[in-house]
């Protein structure tokens, strides 16, 4: 095709037609730039083909990710109702002084209650990768980037709301450091000992007394409070985050 142009040119030189050979010189300059854009146009297409694997690569993992982060704090939430509605049982037989528990039922109620430490852990190894690297730019869709930038910064209110929450644990499991109150009774009439390999006491000391404890009913009350701002507050509106982060990229990952 060029040694046609070329021919052509040299033609329309020789036979001294310059208006043509203007005219020829500009149509192969125009052809050229065509060429040029064709060929930036290919490796745009490319390059954009490219990136959209990578997205939806990304995407994919994220999905599961994000599913198994929600699975975690589905988890937790049930756990942590578990713990604060163990403590309002405590509660009612602390204001009923005719129903109370016996020491096998105390001892479970208490260790379902504090035995369990609050602390959400989601997986979140692709995200950060993706933000420590600047690939979250590479996520075509501008609101699934707001929401994931928006999850890094809710997981650090998280983190300060369950700090509380075992602060308040703590300071209800110290009056069991005392010789007031027994562990090992909790430990023994919960199955725990067998567990560890502990022998069983021969007499045990009774943690009843706590049901006219007023400091203790004081710090289970700040307890029960904790727990439930915890997930009303935090828990409940991280679970809509997730499913809205979920939705969104859902939206799109191409089938």
Same mark, same amino acid.
């Given at each position: 095709?060029?040694?046609?142009?070329? +021919?052509?040119?040299? %033609?329309?030189?020789? @036979? #001294? #037609?310059? %208006?043509? $050979?203007?005219?020829?010189?500009? %149509?192969?300059?125009?052809?050229?730039? !065509? %060429?040029?854009?064709?060929?930036?146009?290919?490796?745009?297409?490319?390059?954009? =083909?490219?990136?959209? &694997?990578?997205? *939806?690569? $990304?995407?994919?993992?994220? &999905?599961?990710?994000?599913?198994?982060?929600?699975? &975690?704090? +589905?988890?937790?939430?049930?756990?942590? +109702?578990?713990?604060?509605?163990?403590? &309002?049982?405590?509660?009612?037989?602390?204001?009923?002084?005719?129903?109370?528990?016996?020491?096998?039922?105390?001892?479970?109620?208490?260790?379902?209650?504090?035995?369990?430490?609050?602390? $959400?852990?989601?997986?979140?190894?692709?995200?950060?990768?993706?933000?420590?690297?600047? =690939?979250?730019?590479?996520?075509?869709?501008?609101?699934?980037?707001?929401?994931?930038?928006?999850?890094?910064?809710?997981?650090?209110?998280?983190? +300060?709301? @369950?700090?509380?929450?075992?602060?308040?644990?703590?300071?209800? !499991?110290?009056?069991?450091?005392?010789?007031?109150?027994?562990?090992?009774? !909790?430990?023994?009439?919960?199955?725990?000992?067998?567990?560890?390999?502990?022998?069983?006491?021969? @007499?045990?000391?009774?943690?009843?007394?706590?049901? *006219?404890?007023?400091?203790?009913?004081?710090?289970?009350?700040?307890? !029960?409070?904790?727990?439930?701002?915890?997930?009303?507050?935090? $828990?409940?509106?991280?679970?809509?985050?997730?499913?809205?982060?979920?939705?969104?990229?859902?939206?799109?990952?191409?089938?």
């Amino acid at each position: 095709m060029l040694k046609f142009f070329r +021919k052509i040119r040299r %033609g329309l030189i020789a @036979e #001294k #037609k310059v %208006g043509n $050979y203007v005219l020829y010189a500009i %149509g192969e300059i125009v052809l050229v730039v !065509i %060429g040029i854009l064709i060929a930036l146009a290919i490796d745009n297409a490319n390059e954009d =083909s490219i990136k959209h &694997k990578k997205e *939806q690569v $990304y995407l994919i993992g994220l &999905k599961k990710e994000f599913e198994t982060s929600q699975n &975690k704090l +589905k988890t937790l939430i049930s756990v942590n +109702k578990k713990s604060y509605e163990d403590s &309002k049982t405590i509660i009612g037989f602390m204001q009923d002084p005719n129903r109370l528990p016996n020491e096998e039922e105390l001892s479970n109620l208490l260790y379902n209650a504090f035995a369990f430490d609050i602390s $959400y852990n989601p997986n979140n190894s692709l995200l950060e990768e993706m933000i420590n690297s600047g =690939s979250l730019k590479d996520l075509s869709n501008p609101q699934l980037r707001v929401l994931l930038t928006n999850w890094i910064s809710n997981l650090d209110d998280i983190s +300060k709301q @369950e700090a509380m929450l075992d602060h308040e644990r703590d300071q209800i !499991i110290n009056m069991f450091r005392t010789n007031e109150n027994s562990i090992k009774t !909790i430990y023994d009439l919960t199955g725990v000992s067998s567990d560890l390999g502990l022998p069983i006491a021969t @007499e045990q000391l009774s943690n009843l007394p706590l049901l *006219q404890s007023t400091e203790f009913e004081n710090n289970l009350l700040m307890f !029960i409070l904790t727990s439930i701002t915890t997930e009303t507050m935090h $828990y409940a509106p991280l679970m809509q985050s997730m499913d809205e982060i979920l939705a969104t990229i859902e939206g799109e990952i191409e089938e």
